[in-house]
């Protein structure tokens, strides 16, 4: 097993007033040669958006879009006619494909929105682009991960166009956590948005993050009440 770290102060920030943002990857203003991607996944920003503030209509084409609201909530209006608003404990992914336009305001006139950005490079480029969303408030369990987002159609959980996997889970302290590899070859970006794990000797704390290849599986064990994101992508060069 090979791993990288990636400390939470290491992020590149930005702070517009309106959205304060931590990039993991390099991303608009923020370039970094040695963060560029991690496999397929391009993009994961911890964005916080003032209230009534948000993106305006935007292009975007061949990308696997996810979002994930932490804290409050997003309204969301695309090219292809969506209209609605997504909140923390649901998830929203877009197939952009050959091509959407969309805009992203914070659903809150005067409360802040923390919500994670997150773009996958496609499996399959000029797809019809999709859209899609759901609320697994329902489906967590304690000490369990819970699939958000897919690329087998077969699991219950959001679709998108790559062999990739986002699995999420609330862990108390003292717990050993082993997370099996669905795709052989594929790689671990192990984010933590609560808490303090440790893998391999390495401590990860709040929004620290371990990147992990050639492994089947990943012993993981929580030091404090934690919430963990795995993102599992394919090791694209």
Do not use: C
């Not at 003032?50 to 993106?55: D, E, I, R, S, V």
């Not at 969309?102 to 496609?122: D, F, G, V």
């Not at 077969?154 to 986002?166: E, H, K, P, R």
């Not at 594929?186 to 808490?195: H, K, R, S, T």
């Amino acid at each position: 097993m090979k791993s990288t770290f990636y400390p939470a102060n290491g992020r590149g920030t930005s702070d517009h007033g309106w959205l304060k943002a931590n990039f993991s990857f390099s991303f608009a203003g923020y370039h970094n040669p040695d963060k560029v991607h991690f496999g397929a996944l391009r993009v994961l920003n911890d964005d916080i958006i003032a209230g009534g503030t948000g993106f305006g209509t935007h292009p975007h084409d061949n990308m696997e879009i996810i979002t994930i609201p932490l804290q409050g909530a997003l309204e969301h209006k695309d090219s292809m006619g969506n209209i609605g608003v997504i909140h923390a404990g649901e998830v929203q992914v877009m197939s952009a494909g050959t091509g959407v336009e969309h805009s992203e305001y914070n659903h809150s006139k005067t409360e802040p929105a923390n919500t994670l950005q997150i773009w996958l490079l496609p499996k399959f480029r000029n797809i019809a682009p999709r859209y899609d969303q759901r609320d697994f408030k329902n489906a967590f369990k304690k000490n369990e991960f819970t699939t958000l987002v897919t690329g087998d159609k077969n699991v219950d959980a959001l679709w998108i166009n790559q062999d990739a996997t986002f699995s999420i889970g609330e862990f108390d302290a003292g717990q050993t956590i082993i997370y099996d590899i669905k795709n052989q070859g594929n790689g671990a970006y192990i984010f933590v948005l609560e808490g303090v794990v440790k893998i391999n000797d390495q401590l990860l704390n709040k929004k620290d993050a371990l990147g992990v290849i050639d492994t089947s599986s990943i012993t993981i064990d929580s030091q404090a009440n934690t919430r963990l994101l795995i993102i599992e992508v394919p090791m694209l060069q």
